[in-house]
């Protein structure tokens, strides 16, 4: 690492093999329609996926849960800031 870092020669010797390396395995024309394939799959079953997946539809319950409690917490703040301060006796 040293050296390619500090040698020029070794930097694009290494560039070119990572180059290379990436095309081989991540190329478009043998991934993509894999990737097509997998997108229309999962939207076409979009209903029941969405049936079975019980952890995120907890989760989603929860974000929901925690934004309404936020947006509570945040009026009520606001109203006693609205509030003038009662004078202690």
């Known amino acids: ?36 394939s997998g997108i229309c799959d999962a939207v076409a079953s979009l209903q029941q996926r969405r049936r079975l997946d019980v952890v995120g539809a907890i989760l989603w319950r929860d974000a929901q849960r ?15 800031a609205a509030k003038p301060e009662s004078a202690a006796d």
């Not at 690492?1 to 395995?25: I, P």
């Open 1 to 36: 690492a040293v050296k390619a870092y500090t040698q020029k020669e070794f930097w694009g010797r290494y560039q070119e093999k990572g180059s290379d390396l990436l095309n081989q395995l991540f190329n478009g024309r043998v991934n993509l329609p894999v990737v097509e």
């Open 66 to 80: 925690s934004t309404e409690y936020f947006s509570k917490w945040i009026e009520l703040k606001e109203s006693l």
